[in-house]
């Protein structure tokens, strides 16, 4: 299967700091990108829909303004936790989206983040 | 809204027999499924994708599609301890997950 990365695989952080976490689609190009998270024992969540080259579609209750997602190219999307707080520490994952018309989604392998 | 559904289980089976995993979704224009893995603490991983009706076998999985019914399954013959895992459809939109059947074998 294709592959996608992510960068980085653990980071704790201070509250109010910010996190910025990486997706990249190693072997193809992906015109979507899709964040999720995850917290323990809880089915993904899906956050946002990232397209290349325009603004991220949000999920109803997900804060655009404290979650900035940016798809720069092809292979790269990031996410960006503003001012974290605690209640932000989960697993994000990331997935791209191969192909056209009938397509393959491929998930990264997580980024566990902790907010203390 | 887009509803896939699943059976949360746990949903135990005897190792070498056939795990039977149980899909339904609301969307009839949905027109492809896809079959994660996951194992605690990782990411789901591509399993199988099904966008016509009736079966596909890809090794031990077999991926079942009524679109008439509304239900996806998967099928793990010879179900081996190391297929114990959560299990999620998914539809071919934005990707929304069932919450998934964890599955285990039993030595």
């Known amino acids: 299967g294709a592959v996608v990365s992510q960068h980085p695989s653990r980071v704790i952080c201070k509250s109010g700091t910010s996190v910025k976490i990486e997706c990249r689609s190693l072997?193809?190009?992906?015109?979507?990108m899709f964040w999720y998270r995850q917290f323990p024992k809880q089915s993904l969540m899906l956050m946002a829909t990232s397209n290349e080259g325009s603004k991220a579609t949000y999920e109803q209750g997900v804060e655009k303004d404290k979650f900035l997602i940016n798809h720069a190219s092809l292979t790269l999307s990031t996410l960006t936790v503003t001012s974290a707080h605690p209640e932000d520490s989960s697993f994000y994952i990331c997935s791209a989206r191969r192909g056209q018309g009938f397509y393959e989604q491929y998930f990264g392998p997580g980024t566990r983040l902790t907010v203390t | 809204q887009k509803e896939v559904e699943q059976n949360s289980g746990p949903l135990s089976v005897p190792e070498g027999a056939i795990a039977s995993l149980n899909c339904t979704y609301s969307?009839?224009?949905?027109?492809?499924f896809f079959w994660y893995r996951q194992y605690s603490g990782k990411s789901p991983e591509l399993i199988m994708f099904i966008y016509s009706n009736g079966d596909k076998e890809d090794g031990r999985f077999t991926a079942q599609l009524n679109k008439a019914s509304q239900y996806v399954s998967l099928l793990i013959r010879d179900s081996q301890p190391s297929d114990s895992a959560t299990y999620l459809c998914?539809?071919?939109?934005?990707?929304?997950f069932g919450k998934g059947t964890r599955l285990h074998i039993l030595p």
């Open positions: 998914a539809d071919d939109d934005k990707i929304i």
């Open positions: 072997d193809f190009q992906a015109t979507t």
């Open positions: 969307d009839r224009g949905s027109q492809s």
